[in-house]
């Protein structure tokens, strides 16, 4: 396991970070445990969950299985806040002031520490002032409750402004984002990854297997296997990922991976971990032999030629599938 530096901040982070989305859900708590604890002794030091997977149990199955023999202590914990908790609330949701110190107090108590690593917004929200959200979280830091704040599918321009608002203010800024990022999608590559880069801000990004899809577990005109991710799905997204050209490149992957002895979801795996400004892909295991495979994608390394073969079907700085549009448009409020 190799450790990268995580933005601008000197704290040092595995290449992969390991994705909790699972536990307390579709993957019950004690194999939830036994993931973790594999994981930790093949050396990842970064966990990323948040408030709303499966409505708070993964933040408690990682907050049980992180109490035991000091394991918290060696871990960069991060976690997010956005999404709805509270039904019925006009106030329930959203990156506002009593939002997040709410939640943050909610997703402490979950965990059984008394600090956060990195708390993340989960998604932007275009309609609120950006200072609002920059001083809540930046009380929480100065509070000892938060060590770094950082962003999930925020736009390029949107860190642009976080980062001038915090300096105009004397505030913390944000230090990581994490974008959707895979073969199939290669957008961030024409601006979020060179403002990353240009401002050391940390890119971390979340289904680099499209979700199951570049694990080569479907097939074209099949139906999902049953239990897969995608199964039983009929959203335009679903349809969209399931084109011919999305097929093209998995096929394209699948043919490498054979050469190279390994698996596509490890190659594909391999493939984000080693991009430029890349510092940890987040992977989501179900299950053990899943969490197995991942960390396959460890010894696997990418020639130039193999880069020129993946671009030739993958159209760099581009999607064959968009497959996220977070709230990207123009703010309501203009910073004061």
Same mark, same amino acid.
């Given at each position: ?5 995580l933005g ?5 982070v595995?290449q992969l970070? %390991?994705g909790? !989305? ?5 993957? @019950?708590?004690?194999a939830?445990?036994e993931i973790i @604890?594999?994981a ?9 969950? *948040? ?6 149990r993964?933040?408690?199955?990682v907050?049980?299985a992180l ?8 871990i960069v %914990?991060?976690?997010?806040v956005?999404?709805r908790?509270?039904e019925n609330d006009?106030?329930g949701l959203?990156?506002h002031?009593?939002h ?13 520490? @008394?600090w956060?690593?990195?708390?993340q917004?989960?998604?932007?929200e275009?309609?609120? *002032?950006?200072?609002?959200?920059l001083?809540? %979280?930046d009380d929480?830091i100065r *509070?000892?409750?938060?060590?770094y704040?950082?962003t ?5 321009w949107?860190? !642009?402004? $976080? ?7 004397g ?5 990581s984002?994490?974008?959707?990022y895979?073969? %199939?999608d290669r957008?961030?590559?024409?601006e979020?990854?060179?403002f ?5 801000? $940390?890119i971390?990004?979340w289904?680099?297997?499209?979700g199951?899809f570049?694990?080569?577990k ?7 296997p049953?239990?897969a ?10 349809? $969209?990922?399931?084109a ?7 096929e394209v992957?699948?043919t !490498? ?6 698996t596509?979801?490890q190659?594909?795996? *391999?493939?984000v971990?080693?991009q #430029?400004?890349?510092t940890? #892909?987040?992977?989501?295991?179900r299950? !053990?032999?899943?969490?197995d495979d991942?960390?396959g $994608?460890l010894?696997?390394?990418l020639?130039?030629d193999d ?8 159209a ?12 990207f ?5 203009r910073w004061?």
């Amino acid at each position: 396991m190799q450790y990268r530096d995580l933005g601008r901040t000197g704290v040092r982070v595995s290449q992969l970070c %390991l994705g909790c !989305m699972m536990f307390g859900g579709k993957t @019950d708590p004690a194999a939830s445990v036994e993931i973790i @604890d594999r994981a930790i002794d093949a050396g990842i030091n970064f966990f990323d969950t *948040a408030n709303v997977y499966n409505r708070g149990r993964s933040e408690e199955v990682v907050g049980q299985a992180l109490k035991r023999d000091g394991k918290r202590d060696r871990i960069v %914990l991060a976690t997010k806040v956005h999404g709805r908790m509270i039904e019925n609330d006009p106030n329930g949701l959203g990156n506002h002031r009593r939002h997040i110190i709410q939640q943050c107090e909610a997703s402490l108590r979950r965990l059984q520490t @008394d600090w956060i690593d990195i708390y993340q917004l989960h998604r932007p929200e275009s309609g609120l *002032a950006i200072d609002e959200t920059l001083r809540a %979280l930046d009380d929480l830091i100065r *509070a000892g409750k938060v060590r770094y704040i950082g962003t999930s599918t925020f736009a390029a321009w949107q860190l !642009m402004e $976080a980062l001038w608002v915090a300096k105009e203010l004397g505030l913390n800024r944000f230090v990581s984002e994490q974008p959707p990022y895979h073969l %199939l999608d290669r957008r961030i590559e024409r601006e979020l990854v060179p403002f990353a880069q240009t401002y050391g801000v $940390a890119i971390i990004p979340w289904s680099p297997l499209a979700g199951g899809f570049l694990t080569g577990k479907y097939r074209p005109g099949e139906v999902p296997p049953e239990g897969a991710r995608l199964a039983g799905r009929d959203d335009e997204r679903t349809k $969209a990922l399931f084109a011919e050209r999305s097929f093209g490149v998995l096929e394209v992957l699948q043919t !490498m991976a054979a050469e190279k002895g390994v698996t596509p979801s490890q190659l594909a795996l *391999a493939w984000v971990g080693q991009q #430029p400004g890349i510092t940890a #892909p987040i992977i989501g295991p179900r299950t !053990m032999e899943q969490l197995d495979d991942n960390l396959g $994608a460890l010894d696997v390394s990418l020639t130039a030629d193999d880069l020129r073969r993946l671009d030739e079907v993958s159209a760099p700085g581009r999607a064959i599938v968009p497959y996220y549009e977070a709230d990207f448009g123009p703010s309501r409020y203009r910073w004061i």
